[in-house]
C-alpha cells in the first residue's frame, strides 16, 4: 500500500536552525504543525529539540489531538473557530487569532475563567484574513475597548492566499498601527504578529522592521522550503517526508487517448504529447490523497503524468531500474503535496 516515511528528527532539526535564526532578532517563533494534522509524534520531537516554542494549528480539533496526548506546549490557534468550536478552542488554545469583532466578543465571554489571549489580524495586502489596513484603526481601538490586556497584539499574514511577498512597508503598516493605538489609548500591543515562511527573507537580509516579535512559521520547518519566494530555505532539510505509492499496474501502452477527448474526472482537459508507445505504471494514490503535479519521483528518469481520484500513472520508460508489480516508487513533495498526504486515511504513516 501507498505510505509516507515520516523524519520527525529532520523537521526539528529545520525547527531548531530556524529558531536560531530568529533569536538573533529577538522573534519568537510559534512552530505551525498543521500541514501534518497537529501530529503528537512530529510535536512532541519540535518540542524535545526547541526550546520557548508554542505550537499552531488552524483547526481545533488538532489542538485538542495534541493536548490529549499528554503534550504539555502553548498553543495558538491560527484562524477563528466556528461558532460551534468555541468552547473547545478556549479549552485547548491559548491564543487565537481573531478578526471580527463579534467573534471577539463571543470568544471574550467564553474565556471569562480562562486565561486566553488573542491577537487580531490585519489585512496588509494578501486579501486572506483581517480588516483591510486602511481601515483597520477604530476596528482594532474597538477590539481594545472589548478585550483590554487579553488582546495582547495585532498579527497579519502574507503570501498564503494573494501570493503577495513580504517587504518592511508591509511590516511597518502594524508598527504604524500599533503606535497610533498606544498615542490613542495609551494600550501597548505586546506582539506584532507578522512573520511566516514567506517573510524570512527579511529576516535572513537584516531587513525586518524592528518591533515584529512573531514569526509563525510551518512550511519552513516542515518541508524546508518556501513556495510565495519559489526556493528551498537555506541551512533547512527537505528529505523530512518521502511518499511511496505500490505499483498495481505496469502495462506498454500508447501515449495518447483513442477516441473523442472531453473532460476528466476533475472537469480538466488533460493535454498529452505523443511519444509513442510507453511503459506506465498505475500507482495506489490519486488526487484524494495528493497533489499529482506537486510530486517529484526521486529517480530523476520517471515522469508523473496525471492522475484521477485513485490512480495515479506514471512513466517509467526511461528508467534502467527494473520494476515490477508491487514495489514501490519514490516521491519528494511539496507542501501541498504533503498536506493532502497527511490528511488522507489511505496513505499509512510510517515514523523513523
Not at 505510505?3 to 526539528?12: G, L, Q
Not at 474565556?111 to 489585512?123: E, L, P
Not at 537555506?234 to 501502452?253: C, F, H, N, S, V
Amino acid at each position: 500500500m501507498a505510505y509516507v516515511e515520516i523524519h520527525p528528527d529532520r523537521i526539528a532539526s529545520n525547527a531548531k536552525y530556524l529558531k536560531g535564526l530568529l533569536n538573533n532578532y529577538g522573534i519568537e517563533m510559534v512552530a505551525v504543525s498543521k500541514v501534518t494534522c497537529g501530529d503528537p509524534r512530529i510535536v512532541k520531537t519540535i518540542l524535545e529539540n526547541v526550546n520557548n516554542v508554542k505550537i499552531g494549528e488552524s483547526r481545533v480539533e488538532n489542538l485538542e489531538r495534541i493536548k490529549k496526548s499528554g503534550i504539555d506546549a502553548k498553543t495558538m490557534l491560527l484562524r477563528p473557530p466556528s461558532s460551534d468550536k468555541s468552547v473547545n478552542a478556549i479549552e485547548y488554545a491559548d491564543t487565537i487569532l481573531v478578526s471580527e469583532l463579534s467573534v471577539l466578543e463571543r470568544l471574550i465571554n467564553k474565556s471569562s475563567k480562562k486565561d486566553n489571549t488573542f491577537i487580531y489580524m490585519v489585512d496588509t495586502g494578501d486579501l486572506r484574513e483581517g480588516v483591510w489596513f486602511e481601515h483597520a484603526f477604530e476596528e482594532v481601538k474597538e477590539a481594545v475597548g472589548l478585550a483590554g490586556k487579553k488582546l495582547t497584539g495585532i498579527g497579519t499574514n502574507l503570501g498564503c492566499y494573494g501570493g503577495v511577498k513580504a517587504t518592511p512597508e508591509k511590516f511597518k503598516i502594524l508598527i504604524e498601527l500599533g503606535e497610533r493605538i498606544r498615542k490613542e489609548t495609551g494600550y501597548v500591543f505586546e506582539y506584532y504578529s507578522a512573520g511566516n515562511t514567506a517573510s524570512l527573507p527579511l529576516v535572513e537580509n537584516g531587513d525586518c522592521p524592528k518591533g515584529i516579535n512573531q514569526f509563525r512559521l510551518g512550511e519552513s520547518i516542515i518541508c524546508g522550503t518556501d513556495a510565495t519566494n519559489n526556493r528551498i530555505i537555506p541551512g533547512t532539510r527537505q528529505d523530512t517526508a518521502i511518499l511511496y505509492g505500490e505499483i498495481i499496474e505496469l502495462k506498454k501502452k500508447p501515449s495518447l487517448p483513442q477516441g473523442e477527448i472531453g473532460r476528466d474526472a476533475f472537469g480538466r482537459k488533460p493535454k498529452f504529447t505523443d511519444k509513442g508507445w510507453r511503459w506506465k505504471a498505475i500507482l495506489d494514490l490519486g488526487e484524494q490523497d495528493v497533489l499529482p503535479k506537486s510530486l517529484k519521483p526521486l529517480n530523476n528518469k520517471l515522469e508523473v503524468l496525471h492522475a484521477s481520484s485513485d490512480h495515479l500513472i506514471v512513466d517509467i520508460t526511461e528508467s534502467k531500474n527494473e520494476y515490477k508489480i508491487g514495489e514501490h516508487i519514490a516521491f519528494n513533495m511539496s507542501y501541498g503535496a504533503l498536506l493532502r498526504v497527511m490528511t488522507s486515511k489511505y496513505v499509512n504513516k510510517v515514523y523513523l
